[in-house]
């Protein structure tokens, strides 16, 4: 056990000494000295990080009621983490179902319109004002396996949908 405790006191040594160490440079690295009033003391202000303002969430639906999201930089140059629950319906299984779609992006937004598209998965958008959006949606050709309660008790598919959306944000 006085083993064991050594090496804990050493350890918080180690880090007392560490955030000595950073405090000291942080406080010599600051801007000139403020002269307090009335004294001759003076006052070091260390340096303050910049904070990084994260992006803003924008959620809504599709016109099929079901949730989409995505996010728009701080200063609304660019959309990321586009998401949205997308029905279909399989006819060749008659199965109706839904499919989450995404896209990590980033992309572009200009003059207050955005989008993305490839040969699966297409969506754009317009941010109709500061707390509004709208927009449009496609699927074609997504492969799905659809699992049945009796044989074949899977059946493969290929989906396409499209519908409309809409968006605000807090």
Not at 3 to 26: D, K, P, Q
Not at 34 to 43: L, S, W, Y
Not at 108 to 121: H, L, N, P, R, W
Request: net charge neutral.
């Amino acid at each position: 056990m006085p083993r064991f405790r050594r090496v804990i006191a050493m350890l918080c040594l180690v880090i007392a000494a560490t955030l000595f160490g950073a405090v000291s440079h942080a406080v010599r690295s600051g801007p000139a000295g403020v002269t307090a009033q009335g004294e001759g003391a003076r006052v070091l202000v260390p340096h303050v990080a910049r904070l990084h303002t994260p992006p803003v969430l924008w959620t809504g639906t599709t016109d099929a009621g079901k949730p989409m999201m995505f996010h728009v930089s701080a200063d609304g140059s660019e959309w990321s983490d586009y998401q949205i629950t997308i029905k279909y319906f399989a006819p060749g299984c008659n199965f109706r179902g839904v499919l989450d779609m995404s896209n990590a992006g980033p992309g572009a937004i200009s003059d207050g319109q955005f989008g993305y598209d490839d040969t699966m998965f297409a969506f754009s958008g317009v941010l109709d004002s500061g707390t509004t959006a709208h927009g449009t949606y496609s699927i074609q050709g997504i492969p799905v396996a659809i699992s049945l309660p009796s044989p074949p008790y899977v059946c493969y598919a290929s989906v396409s949908a499209s519908g409309t959306s809409t968006a605000s944000r807090p």
